[in-house]
């Protein structure tokens, strides 16, 4: 008897332990897990689907689409419960793709957002799309969507400037497209699809968003004019190198600018690249001459990411600082006797030519550096210094204002007495632009404000901002960052001088109209140097405006180991003709 009612109690005591059990689990399931379980249900009868949103295209003054989203096709599979169906999936898939099975299961297993299709094969061709839509019913998890990827129909016009774009985030990582990213960057659309049993989709989508394309960016850039600079740079380094003149002038730069609003008209790095191939190395190995040195192979955008000497076009900066300070008058002249010695430094003219007695037009006119020399004597570093501020210069003002491409990717100008003692010879070295490097942007503001009377407009790419619908976003105006009260006479002065110096040039001399411009021999740092390759260590500079009465445009031509500052008119030369129609 006590052994059956010990039985029983047991019994009873195991029922209420299964009860307890099955009550914990179904409030465990509704309660706690109800949420996750709910969703897992979701999942498997519906289907979350993204948009992608078109990038912001990115278009020339003149309407030219330099940076666009063309449609890519990417392949992906939507999470699938049946094992049979989905190793099916993987192994047809894996067929047409050309991929392993193994490749797609690791992918498969390392998507963890079970709701959205994992991504298998991005830039699939039309033709294999083709082919899974045919065989999508052997594939039931199978979702084909489209992908727009930037491309840059003009390849290698303006590729330093307009940047790239990361193919994995699509997100600006360079240049322009990453600092207008956030006007760029479109807003992604989604859609929830119904599927059945067998994953296929049912009825229209139960919940949709359309994707929103991003901002369109519209810079001041002139298409025509940047792709007549470019040819132009292109060739006269090709032909200083074919005749010997320069085996080094592999590299340049040449920045045009309005100098009366501060539009960039056109920024042209030398050499160049397609820009949708920018870090394929197959595509470079291709299309760039095996004898090119690695340093002019490098990405950077040598209009405001490189500095250089920059010789003798310096020397307005100590002219206009020698006649404004009354530390020499227009008239003084000064002997040029081809050498001597100025605060214990050697100085002398190019060549050693004997100029004889010269006042400040002629000086600038056969680019005396002796007479320079004794100016920036007089002056004083210090006040040489407070000049180079004046034009926007100076190591604070990076690229003379210019911020249409991040800050952190803009190169300062280098002051050459930081970190040094400072000696007489120095002085008389940066009076006629040595020692201190500066960027083509900085020096093409210099110009213009030369051109324009002292106003520093601050250098700008992007005009306006508009929406996929056209209607303007923002639009920029010219800014004026600083006034200078040069005085009119003493401009004057270094006007005539650059149009003394102009007009000398066998390539100027034809044009029908007053051009100034000065030419720039710039020395590389000797103590870097590795052998005695006389042009290896000279950079070619010119800068200048036209016409000279009334200047439209102010430009800069930077050829790197080029030689003689003389040889970069010809470049100047193309540009104005072209600008002006002169061949007309």
Same mark, same amino acid.
């Given at each position: 008897?006590?052994?059956?009612?010990?039985r029983?109690?047991?019994?009873k005591?195991?029922?209420?332990?299964?009860?307890?059990?099955?009550?914990?689990n179904?409030?465990?399931?509704?309660?706690?897990?109800?949420?996750?379980?709910?969703?897992?249900?979701?999942?498997?009868?519906? %289907?979350?689907? +993204? #948009?992608?949103?078109? @990038?912001?295209?990115?278009?020339?003054?003149? /309407?030219?689409?330099?940076? &666009?989203? =063309?449609?890519?096709?990417?392949?992906?599979?939507?999470d699938?419960?049946?094992?049979?169906?989905?190793?099916?999936?993987?192994?047809?898939?894996?067929?047409?793709?050309?991929?392993?099975?193994?490749?797609?299961?690791?992918?498969?297993?390392?998507?963890?957002?079970?709701?959205?299709?994992?991504i298998?094969?991005?830039?699939?061709?039309?033709?294999?799309?083709?082919?899974?839509?045919?065989?999508?019913h052997?594939?039931?998890?199978?979702?084909?969507?489209?992908?727009?990827?930037?491309?840059?129909?003009?390849?290698?016009?303006?590729?330093?400037?307009?940047?790239?774009?990361?193919?994995?985030? %699509?997100?600006? +990582? #360079?240049?322009?497209? @990453?600092?207008?990213d956030?006007?760029?960057? /479109?807003?992604d659309?989604? &859609?929830? =699809?119904?599927?059945?049993?067998?994953?296929?989709?049912?009825?229209?989508?139960?919940?949709?968003?359309?994707?929103?394309?991003?901002?369109?960016?519209?810079?001041t850039?002139?298409?025509?004019?940047?792709?007549?600079?470019?040819?132009?740079?292109?060739?006269?380094?090709?032909?200083?190198?074919?005749?010997g003149?320069?085996?080094?002038?592999?590299?340049?730069?040449?920045?045009?600018?309005?100098?009366?609003?501060?539009?960039?008209?056109?920024?042209?790095?030398?050499?160049s690249?397609?820009?949708?191939?920018?870090?394929?190395k197959?595509?470079?190995?291709?299309?760039?001459?095996?004898?090119?040195?690695?340093?002019?192979?490098?990405?950077?955008?040598?209009?405001?990411q490189?500095?250089r000497t920059?010789?003798?076009?310096?020397?307005m900066?100590?002219?206009?600082?020698?006649?404004?300070?009354?530390?020499?008058?227009?008239?003084?002249?000064?002997?040029?006797?081809?050498?001597?010695?100025?605060?214990?430094?050697?100085?002398?003219?190019?060549?050693?030519?004997?100029?004889?007695?010269?006042?400040?037009?002629?000086?600038?006119a056969?680019?005396?550096?002796?007479?320079?020399?004794?100016?920036?004597?007089?002056?004083?570093?210090?006040?040489?210094?407070?000049?180079?501020?004046?034009?926007?210069?100076?190591?604070?003002?990076?690229?003379?204002?210019?911020?249409?491409i991040?800050?952190?990717?803009?190169?300062?100008?280098?002051?050459?007495?930081?970190?040094?003692?400072?000696?007489?010879?120095?002085?008389?070295?940066i009076?006629?632009?040595?020692l201190?490097?500066?960027?083509?942007?900085?020096?093409?503001?210099?110009?213009?404000?030369?051109?324009?009377?002292?106003?520093?407009?601050?250098?700008?790419?992007?005009?306006?901002?508009?929406?996929?619908?056209?209607?303007?976003?923002?639009?920029?105006?010219?800014?004026?960052?600083?006034?200078?009260?040069?005085?009119?006479?003493s401009?004057?002065?270094?006007?005539?001088?650059?149009?003394?110096?102009?007009?000398?040039?066998?390539?100027?001399?034809?044009?029908?109209?007053?051009?100034?411009?000065?030419?720039?021999?710039?020395?590389?740092?000797?103590?870097?140097?590795?052998?005695?390759?006389?042009?290896?260590?000279?950079?070619?500079?010119?800068?200048g405006?036209?016409?000279?009465?009334?200047?439209?445009?102010?430009?800069?031509?930077f050829?790197?180991?080029?030689?003689?500052?003389?040889?970069?008119?010809?470049?100047?030369?193309?540009?104005?003709?072209?600008?002006?129609?002169?061949?007309?």
């Open positions: 008897m006590n052994s059956t009612l010990w029983i109690r047991l019994l005591i195991v029922c209420v332990l299964i009860l307890a059990v099955l009550i914990f179904l409030f465990k399931i509704q309660i706690i897990e109800g949420e996750e379980w709910a969703n897992v249900a979701d999942n498997n009868r519906f %289907r979350h689907l +993204v #948009e992608l949103a078109p @990038r912001g295209r990115i278009y020339s003054a003149n /309407g030219v689409e330099l940076a &666009s989203s =063309v449609p890519t096709y990417v392949v992906a599979l939507a699938e419960q049946n094992k049979d169906r989905r190793e099916q999936t993987i192994i047809q898939l894996a067929g047409f793709l050309d991929i392993e099975p193994n490749a797609i299961e690791e992918k498969l297993s390392k998507h963890r957002r079970k709701f959205e299709p994992a298998i094969a991005t830039d699939v061709d039309f033709e294999t799309v083709l082919q899974l839509e045919e065989n999508r052997l594939m039931p998890s199978l979702v084909i969507q489209v992908d727009p990827q930037r491309y840059y129909p003009e390849k290698d016009l303006l590729a330093h400037p307009l940047g790239r774009v990361n193919k994995i985030d %699509r997100r600006g +990582v #360079e240049g322009l497209e @990453r600092s207008w956030e006007y760029l960057q /479109g807003i659309g989604f &859609s929830v =699809v119904q599927v059945n049993v067998d994953n296929r989709q049912v009825g229209d989508p139960v919940n949709s968003t359309s994707a929103i394309p991003g901002d369109n960016l519209h810079l850039i002139d298409t025509r004019l940047q792709q007549a600079a470019q040819e132009s740079l292109r060739r006269v380094l090709q032909r200083l190198r074919d005749e003149k320069a085996n080094h002038a592999w590299a340049g730069a040449v920045l045009i600018m309005d100098p009366n609003t501060g539009k960039i008209l056109a920024q042209v790095t030398e050499p690249f397609d820009n949708n191939h920018r870090y394929d197959i595509w470079w190995a291709e299309n760039i001459p095996e004898e090119m040195p690695d340093w002019a192979k490098k990405l950077t955008d040598r209009t405001y490189y500095r920059v010789g003798s076009t310096f020397k900066v100590t002219g206009l600082a020698g006649l404004e300070t009354g530390v020499i008058t227009a008239r003084e002249k000064i002997y040029a006797g081809g050498r001597t010695r100025i605060n214990n430094q050697h100085v002398n003219d190019y060549g050693y030519a004997v100029h004889g007695n010269v006042d400040m037009r002629r000086a600038l056969v680019s005396s550096n002796i007479y320079f020399a004794t100016v920036g004597s007089r002056l004083g570093s210090e006040k040489i210094y407070e000049y180079i501020e004046k034009f926007g210069m100076s190591r604070a003002q990076k690229n003379a204002g210019f911020d249409d991040s800050l952190d990717e803009q190169v300062s100008s280098l002051d050459y007495r930081l970190g040094r003692t400072w000696v007489g010879g120095h002085t008389v070295q009076s006629y632009g040595q201190n490097e500066f960027t083509a942007m900085q020096m093409g503001n210099y110009v213009s404000m030369l051109a324009n009377g002292g106003t520093h407009y601050k250098p700008y790419l992007v005009e306006k901002v508009t929406d996929y619908q056209g209607e303007t976003v923002d639009f920029f105006e010219p800014q004026i960052l600083d006034q200078q009260d040069f005085s009119p006479e401009l004057k002065v270094i006007r005539e001088g650059m149009q003394q110096s102009a007009a000398s040039s066998k390539f100027l001399k034809d044009l029908p109209f007053a051009v100034a411009g000065k030419t720039g021999s710039a020395e590389h740092d000797r103590s870097n140097r590795k052998n005695k390759d006389r042009w290896r260590d000279t950079h070619s500079w010119w800068v405006y036209a016409p000279y009465d009334d200047p439209e445009i102010a430009i800069v031509v050829m790197e180991y080029a030689g003689a500052g003389s040889r970069s008119i010809e470049v100047a030369r193309d540009i104005i003709d072209f600008y002006f129609d002169l061949e007309k």
